[in-house]
């Protein structure tokens, strides 16, 4: 039977590697975006994955494109908990707006994506969440205390929720990523790269997504049935729990 996927932040950097693995694999997926057009049009393009564009952060235009994404594709047998963004600032200059912002986004979102999916997934008895969480969510980063937080909640969710969804054939699992040579890590300074960031990686390199999209396929397959309320951490040997 084909499953029908959903990817949050699904059409650049780590979800474009995780919405690719998964059609790969055999599912039926649809690629949330929230921004870029361009990029998101030429995504479609050129995998021939079906986009979708709304705000996770708010909870009707979730409801309302969840529902658009199940009368094109079926049900959601899948959901990859992915988008996420940053407002670093030192806390005594962190506003509300920023605090706000990542918080609606990288923990909100997840309550936003994943009620509207569960009851069905309840029904059905099969389900697949996972949550794509943070190295620093585990281990906290300064200039970061809002996405610090909002990851760190993000395993909290994770580890609750798997409770609730076991007796009826749901998973809810989260995965860790560590330093990922996405655009966003691509842009910092070399100098920076390979004299602050590479020596804490004990494996001595960047990740690459579809490193984290193979985490994503194998929690998301029949085979990961045992596993839930789990952490996986990929991130080089920088951080352990």
């Not at 949330?32 to 705000?55: L, P, Q, R």
């Not at 020596?199 to 596993?227: H, K, N, T």
Request: hydrophobic share 40%; with cysteine; proline share 3%.
């Amino acid at each position: 039977m084909t499953r029908v996927a959903v990817v949050t932040g699904g059409t650049r950097g780590i979800g474009a590697a995780i919405s690719i693995a998964l059609k790969e694999s055999g599912c039926k997926v649809a690629a949330v975006y929230a921004g870029n057009d361009e990029k998101a049009k030429a995504f479609e393009a050129e995998t021939g994955i079906a986009v979708f564009k709304w705000d996770v952060s708010d909870y009707q235009a979730c409801v309302d494109g969840i529902a658009g994404i199940e009368q094109a594709l079926g049900p959601v047998d899948i959901l990859v908990n992915n988008a996420g963004i940053t407002r670093d600032a030192m806390f005594h200059k962190m506003t509300p707006a920023h605090w706000n912002e990542v918080i609606g986004t990288n923990l909100t979102g997840l309550y936003n994506m994943t009620h509207p999916v569960w009851s069905g997934m309840r029904d059905r008895g099969f389900g697949r969440v996972i949550n794509i969480s943070s190295i620093n969510g585990q281990k906290g980063q300064m200039g970061q205390v809002n996405y610090s937080a909002s990851k760190a909640g993000d395993l909290g969710f994770t580890k609750a929720l798997a409770q609730e969804g076991a007796a009826k054939g749901i998973t809810v699992n989260a995965i860790c990523p560590g330093y990922i040579a996405t655009e966003m890590v691509r842009a910092i300074p070399e100098k920076v790269l390979n004299e602050r960031i590479l020596p804490q990686i004990p494996v001595g390199r960047l990740g690459e997504p579809e490193e984290i999209a193979r985490c994503v396929v194998f929690l998301a397959s029949d085979d990961a049935g045992f596993i839930t309320g789990s952490t996986l951490s990929a991130n080089g040997g920088q951080f352990f729990v």
